[in-house]
């Protein structure tokens, strides 16, 4: 009948490391069922204890140490995170920008609708030459419209024929 163990020794004999990339597959504080042999076997040798607990989790020897009292401080600090993100969430719903990612950096042009034409297509240019101004601090038609024509020449990939196109 297997028997459940913690790991507490990172084992690091070739036997239990990851052919492919070499890392450990039985790093300390993982938990595992073992045949009643090699169970006795690796807590003799100090490699493992007896655990009271599910499988397939990883119990750092922090956590393993941890009281009722500390435990308890660990959920109610987890139930806080939780109460504070579901209430960020709710804010961004009622403020109506719920949606918009946020984990992405806004970045130096302008906000965009995807789904609207790029503001310099109006002028037909190419793919490189709208990258080309927008690098160049291009981005919106009336700072093309004010720009003069020795600054938008000085942009890389703008030449005549493509300025004859920005001032049509």
């Given at each position: 009948?297997p028997?459940?163990?913690?790991?507490?020794?990172?084992?690091?004999?070739?036997?239990?490391?990851?052919?492919?990339?070499?890392?450990?597959r039985l790093?300390?504080?993982?938990?595992?069922?073992?045949?009643?042999?090699?169970?006795?076997r690796?807590?003799?040798?100090?490699?493992?204890?007896e655990?009271?607990?599910?499988?397939g989790?990883?119990?750092?020897?922090?956590?393993?140490?941890?009281?009722d009292?500390?435990?308890?401080?660990?959920?109610a600090?987890?139930e806080?995170?939780?109460?504070?993100?579901l209430?960020?969430?709710e804010?961004?719903?009622?403020?109506?920008?719920?949606?918009?990612?946020?984990?992405?950096?806004?970045?130096?042009?302008?906000?965009?609708?995807?789904?609207?034409?790029?503001p310099?297509?109006?002028?037909?240019?190419?793919?490189?030459?709208?990258?080309?101004?927008?690098r160049?601090?291009?981005?919106?038609?009336?700072q093309?419209?004010?720009?003069?024509?020795?600054?938008?020449?000085?942009?890389?990939?703008?030449?005549?024929a493509?300025?004859?196109?920005?001032?049509?």
């Amino acid at each position: 009948m297997p028997k459940t163990i913690r790991i507490t020794l990172a084992t690091a004999s070739n036997e239990h490391r990851n052919p492919t990339d070499g890392t450990l597959r039985l790093p300390a504080g993982t938990v595992l069922d073992a045949d009643d042999e090699t169970a006795k076997r690796w807590v003799r040798n100090g490699f493992a204890v007896e655990w009271h607990g599910q499988a397939g989790q990883t119990v750092t020897d922090e956590e393993a140490s941890m009281t009722d009292s500390a435990i308890d401080a660990e959920i109610a600090r987890l139930e806080d995170l939780k109460k504070a993100k579901l209430a960020r969430q709710e804010a961004a719903a009622a403020s109506g920008v719920a949606g918009l990612p946020q984990d992405v950096p806004i970045g130096d042009t302008p906000y965009q609708d995807k789904g609207a034409p790029h503001p310099l297509a109006e002028y037909g240019l190419t793919p490189q030459q709208v990258a080309d101004l927008e690098r160049a601090g291009f981005t919106r038609p009336d700072q093309i419209r004010k720009a003069k024509d020795a600054d938008l020449l000085d942009v890389p990939g703008i030449g005549v024929a493509a300025l004859a196109k920005l001032r049509k």
